[in-house]
């Protein structure tokens, strides 16, 4: 008897608890994620485009007349309001760049990102880049001209060359209070953009598709967003389907080639677009010959060079010299070299590692790692 009025209080005690807990999370299900408030009567179900997440809104904050230009959910207190009419809600307003000095700070420390880490594979433009932090009137206002024309639905950045007195320029526009991880992502973009319009072939870039275009560009914001470790950033790159799913076969081009490959593909390759059916296909290029000799190979040929970076042949072969602006590269079994840069070989079941040592007029001479022994190579029309 006594035992039993002692260990009933306890037992209630805890059901009681347990309300308390289930009430508590029911109540926090129930609250408005913009006000706070406990939803009394219909409870609207919105996404925050930032994390992906819904959220439960009242409907007096679903009423709201303004929207979040970032993550497009009402703002009611704290926000901050942009010249061109656009809301920034107290959340993403601190981590936007909404000052124009530390925007075009960051655009140069962003290129000298991109130019320090892509070095070996890309040779940006030399030219000065002049770069404007612009409202989103004034950058859609870039594309009314012709042949500035655009298939992205949320225009982020833009970039121009502009010749002047033989003198190319470039102007970079980037739209105004974007997110810091965001900003730099654009502004790699960007970026990229110039150097295909310095390094690949003007007959290339009128072949290449226009989302194969956009996806190489994202491939090289995607991979700094890598190497910085800005993992947010690298889910919003993902999600922005703008290049048709391009950016996703870039991504495994990579992986699979590496950006040697892809960069060869840009500027050489057979196809307009990535294929979804043959990711070899990356490996298909093709040289043009050049009666100023820029660039000597007499044939299409297929890439030649493994996943693992083996190039599968019994002997080396040199297959084209290209030169730009004093840089020499050469084509040694379909795989693009410079000066210094090594390379796996095959030759019968083992596998040598060759250097690049000396590019000339019309031969290369490699060196054998191992065994120390130089060979020189002659085109193969000579």
Not at 237 to 245: A, D, E, K, Q
Not at 326 to 334: M, P, S, V
Request: charge should be neutral; proline fraction near 3%; aromatic fraction near 10%.
């Amino acid at each position: 008897m006594c035992r039993e009025l002692r260990t009933f209080p306890a037992r209630l005690l805890l059901a009681v608890l347990a309300i308390f807990a289930a009430v508590s999370a029911f109540g926090d299900i129930e609250r408005c994620a913009i006000c706070g408030h406990e939803i009394l009567d219909k409870v609207y179900f919105l996404t925050d485009k930032v994390t992906e997440e819904k959220k439960h809104i009242c409907g007096a904050c679903a009423d709201l007349p303004n929207d979040c230009y970032l993550c497009s959910l009402p703002v009611k207190e704290g926000y901050v309001s942009l010249p061109d009419g656009r809301f920034l809600c107290a959340r993403d307003a601190r981590t936007a760049v909404i000052d124009e000095n530390a925007a075009r700070t960051l655009a140069a420390e962003t290129m000298e990102a991109v130019e320090r880490m892509f070095s070996r594979f890309l040779s940006f433009p030399e030219a000065s880049i002049d770069v404007d932090v612009v409202d989103r009137v004034n950058l859609r206002e870039l594309f009314k001209f012709p042949g500035n024309d655009y298939t992205c639905p949320n225009v982020l950045g833009y970039i121009q060359p502009v010749t002047n007195h033989a003198e190319i320029r470039y102007k970079m526009s980037l739209l105004s209070a974007l997110p810091r991880a965001e900003l730099k992502a654009v502004i790699a973009h960007e970026y990229s953009h110039a150097w295909v319009f310095h390094n690949v072939p003007a007959r290339r870039q009128k072949a290449l598709g226009h989302d194969a275009h956009e996806g190489f560009c994202e491939l090289i914001a995607y991979l700094l967003m890598d190497a910085q470790q800005e993992s947010e950033q690298k889910k919003m790159i993902l999600r922005n389907h703008y290049t048709r799913g391009q950016i996703d076969l870039f991504i495994e081009a990579e992986k699979r080639f590496g950006l040697n490959e892809i960069v060869d593909w840009m500027k050489y390759g057979t196809d307009s677009l990535l294929s979804k059916e043959d990711a070899n296909r990356v490996r298909n290029v093709e040289m043009q010959t050049s009666a100023q000799g820029i660039v000597k190979s007499p044939n299409f040929y297929p890439r030649a060079q493994a996943a693992t970076g083996v190039t599968d042949t019994r002997e080396l072969r040199l297959k084209g010299i290209q030169w730009w602006q004093g840089r020499a590269l050469a084509l040694i079994n379909n795989r693009t070299m410079a000066v210094g840069e090594e390379f796996r070989f095959r030759t019968g079941e083992t596998n040598e590692e060759v250097r690049c040592v000396f590019i000339g007029k019309d031969s290369v001479k490699v060196l054998f790692v191992k065994s120390g022994k130089e060979q020189q190579l002659f085109l193969e029309h000579r």
